[in-house]
């Protein structure tokens, strides 16, 4: 079974700091996804990796940056937290376009 | 535009009772169709998907979805509900113009209680 996981399930950050989210797949999958998941707005993409140090911005990529030194791994950065961007944060991986993506269990943040 | 519109916030159904969650798309050209579903406190699971062939999909758990191309909608469906079923159900569509990223546009999200 694939499995994606996420470093944190629950995460409490004051506003100006930097947060990071990390994301682990096993499946050596090329894509990983950084979404947000709140209520009534179904999930919003953030940042896209298709490869190593390959990203692309998603639709809502402002106040967010990622990093992907490995295959496995893909981290989302909050250089400054703003009560804005609490959220549920979901990791994403998937082999190609047509697949399925395989989510990571989330990361509930709260930024006060 | 392409969008995904899941109709209903809310489905109640009663146990052992068929159920339909609905969704609608607009895409240019042949659409990539998913649906995934996210009990509480936990990641979606996927649990179907049509790229092309037969209308009607057949997924995890029981579930179903059918595609209509005229009616531009892609509903998921269960023969009879169970109280396990109650979840937050999410429909979505690749995006066709997105190049490498293949994302998927998601609808809102439609949550399903099955009463016992």
Known sequence: DVKVTQSSRYLVKRTGEKVFLECVQDMDHENMFWYRQDPGLGLRLIYFSYDVKMKEKGDIPEGYSVSREKKERFSLILESASTNQTSMYLCASRTGTLDEQYFGPGTRLTVT | AQSVAQPEDQVNVAEG??????????????????????????????????????????????????????????????????????????CAVRDRGSGNTGKLIFGQGTTLQVKP
């Open chain 2, 17 to 90: 009772n068929p159920l339909t969650v609905k969704c609608t798309y607009s895409v240019s050209g042949n659409p990539y169709l998913f649906w995934y579903v996210q009990y509480p406190n936990r990641g979606l699971q996927f649990l179907l998907k049509y790229i092309t062939g037969d209308n009607l999909v057949k997924g995890s758990y029981g579930f179903e979805a059918e595609f209509n191309k005229s009616q531009t909608s892609f509903h998921l469906k269960k023969p009879s509900a169970l109280v396990s079923d109650s979840a937050l159900y999410f």
